[in-house]
C-alpha cells in the first residue's frame, strides 16, 4: 500500500474524468476451490479496486458518489471467532481511514445505495467483472444478468480508469522493479536446476516456491516445458532430455506488481547449431523492439516490423519463401509467432487485460486486427512515457498447426512445409524481458539482467 | 485416474443408492484471479465429478439418468486456436469412453436434458454448490437463485456419495500414502530451513514449492508462522525469533488425494522447559486418540475425552482448575482448545466438507454442537474401517480470546487468567497426522514419519 494521498489523488482525478453517477469498485472475494473454506491463496484483490482503495481485505466495495462528492468503503467487520481463525484484523471504518476515505459502511448499505441510485435513474458505473460471486452481488444489486454485464459495464469507467493506470507513477515504476528482481531469482534458479533427468514439474516447483518465498505469488501459471511450442504449456512429470529446449515464462506479484520474463535454453546447457539458428532470430527480433520503442511510436508497427524481419531470416533458413511484405499481409509468420510482441503489465500481468483489449491496447488510430496471430497482439496504440510493455517474440514449431495449414493449403506460397516437417520435434522458443518507456527511448527493469546472449546463457548454465 | 471399471462400479452404486431422477455432478470451470484468461493454477476438478467421472478437465458436468440407466458426459470440444496455447486435448467424446462413459454431447445438450426433465417433473438431483460460475450455470438451467440452491440440493444425493466417499477403496489409500510421503518432504524442508532470521514466507515457500515440484500443489493454504494461535495463519514477511514455536500445518494434493500434516518446533531446535510442560500435553492427546481409534468408537467421544485430558494436565500447570467434567461442560477448554479433534482427509483435505458436516461427520445418533470450540468439530459419528482421519489437537493462547472472555467473566470459575496472561506471548501448538480406521484399530498414514516426539525433534533440526 502507497501512502494515503496516492488514493486520494488518484480518486480526485477519477472523479474529474468520470464525471457524473455512482462509481462502484468491486474488491474481490475468497475464491474457494473445492469446498466454500478451502479458498485458492494467496487471496488475490482485484486490481482497480487496489489503485484506487489500497486495501487488501476479501469482501470490501469502494462507492464513489460523483455529484455529491462522497467516498464510501463498504464491508462488515469480523467477530471474534474469525479472529481465532483468521488474527485480528483493521475495522473497515479504519481501513478507510487508511486511504483517505471518509465513511464506511456494511454490506447492507451498498443495497440501498444502489436502490436509491436506480429509484434517481442516475448512472452505475462498474467495471466489466470477471469473478462470478461479483456478477451475482451486480444482478442482485442492479438486476443485470451476468451475460449481460460485460456490456452494462461502464465505457467512461473503464477509459478513465485505463488512462490513469497506462501510464505507472514512479511509485509503481519501483515496485516493478522490485518484483523482477525476484523474477531474476526465479530464473536463474530454473537455469541452474534444469538437466538431463529432471522433471518439468520438478523445475517448475522450484519457479513457484521461490515467487513465494520472496514475493506473493505467480503472476500466472508458471510454463515450464520441453514443449516450448505450447504457448501455456504447463510443467509436466515427464522428464528434461538432453537434446531439448526448455522454456520457462514464469513472473511474480510484489508489493501488488508484477513482472513477466521468458527464458529458452538447452536442457544441457549447450545450443546445437540448429537450435542456434532459430534461437538467434528471436534474439534479433527482441533486440529490434529494444532499440525502437520510445514514446510516439506505435507497437503495432514493431510487431508488424519484427514479423518482417523474422521472415526475412527464416528465408534465408529456407523456412519460408517469397515476397516478404506479401508474406506477412497473409498472416503466414503467424506459423512461427501465433501471439503478438507485448503486452502492458502492471498490477495485472497483462495489465488491465480484463477492462477489455480494444480499450487497453488499442484506440481510434489504431484498432486490432483479426488475422490468426495478429489477433493476439495485445497492445498497438502509441507508446508514452511510463508505459510498461513487455518485449517477448517467440519462434514456434507447433505440429498440429504444421499439419492444419498443409492439409488446407494455407500459405502454402510462402511456407516451405517439407523443410517445416523435420522441425517438429524442435519446440519453441520465446525470450521476453519487461521494457520501461522513457522520455526518449526504453530500458530495462529489473537491477540484474536474466542471461539471454547465448554465450552468456552457455556460460550460466555451465557453473 | 483409476481404471474405467473403478467408475462404472461406482456410478453403478451411486444409481442404485439414490434410486430416481436425473443426477447432474457439475465439473469445475477455470476460476480466474485477475482476470478472464488468468485463472487460478493449477486447475482444481470438483472432487465428487472426479470421484464418479475420473476427468480433469474443465467444463465438463456429468450426467446421469437414473430411470432409463443413461449416462452422458457434458462439454463442448476445443479447436485449433485453443491447441496452440494450450496443446492437443481428447474429445469429449474420448474422454467419456475412457471412463466407460456411453454418450457425449455438447453443453447446450445439458439445456434440454434439464429442460426435458422439469417438462415431466422429474426430479433433478445436484449437490450444494461451492463455485459461483456453477451457481449461475445451475440458475441458468433450473432457475434457482443462488441463494436458494443450497437449500434445494439432492438430500439423497448428498448422502449416497457421503456414503460412498466417506469408505476409501485400497487404491485411494495408497494415493493418500503417496501424498503423505510428499508431505514428509514438505515438513521435514521446512523444520531444516526454519532458524532465527529466515521469515516466516521464505520456509512456507519452501513448502509450496516442495509440494508443487513433487505433488501437484498444497491441499490449503501452508500455514507456517510463530503464531500459532492464529488457527489459519498466512505466513508472514516477519524473520523468525530465537524463542519462539513455529507451527506448519500443510499438506499436498497427489493424483488427486490429499495429505494434511501439523508440526510444531522451536525456531532454535532446541525447546524451553515452559515450551516442553504445553508440548507434551499436546503429545500425550494426540497418543491417546491412537490409541483409541477403531470402527465403532465415535469420534466425537475421543474428541471429549481429549478435552478432559488436557484439562486434567492443564489443571497440573495450574492454568485451569475446578472439576474437570464441569469445565469440560462448560467449554472451558475451548479457550485452549478452540476447535475439533479431527476431520475425515480425502480428495478434499476437508473431505466432503462442501456437501454439509452435518451429513458427513454427524448423523441421528451423533448430532454435532453449538458450543464455542466443539462446534468446530467437524466429525462426530462412529469410525468405521477404511475411514481416514486426521489426529490434530492443539493447544493455543489467544489473546484476544483470553481478553474477551476475561471481561466477561466467561467460564472464570475453570480458568486462571492471572496465569493466562502471562502466556499472551506463547503462541500456539498443534500436532496433526492423518490415520487409517482399519479392522481392529488405526495406523498413520505414510512411509516415513515427520518427527514429533520432542527429543526426536530436537535431534533432526540438530542435522
Ligand atoms: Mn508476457
Ligand atoms: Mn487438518
New interface residues.
Partial sequence: MFGKETYIRRRAELKKLVGNGVILLFGNNE????????????F?Q??SFLYFFGQHRDGLVGVIDVDNDTETLIGDDID??D??????VDSVSNLASQVGVAKSGPMKELKSICNEALRLHRKVHFLPP????T??QIMDLLGTH?SQQREAASLELIKAVVKMRSTKEAQEVEAIERACEVGYQMHTKAMLTAKPGVTE??????V???????ASK?S??TIFSQ?GE?????PSAAPLEAGRLALCDAGCELDDYCSDHTRTYPVTGKFTQRQLDIYKIVEECHDYALKVARPGVRWYDVHMDICRLMTERLKELGLMKGDTEEAVRAGAHAMFL?HGLGHMMG????D???LGQQYVGFDEETQPSTQ?GTNCLRLGRRLEENFVVTDEPGIYF?P??ID?WRSKGHCEEYLNFELLDTYKDFGGIRIEDDLLITKDGCRFLGKNRIPYHPADVEEFMAK
Fill in positions: 475464491a474457494p476451490a473445492n469446498y466454500p473454506a478451502n479458498a485458492y491463496s494467496p488475490r482485484d486490481s471474534i471467532e479472529i481465532v481463525w483468521f488474527g485480528s470477471y469473478r462470478f460471486d456478477m451475482i451476468p514439474r520438478f523445475v517448475g516447483g522450484i513457484d516456491g521461490t515467487a513465494r518465498s520472496l505467480v500466472f501459471a514443449h505450447i504457448m501455456h504449456g504447463c501465433p498490477m495485472d500481468v497483462h488491465m487485460e480484463g490468426f507447433i498440429a498447426l492444419d
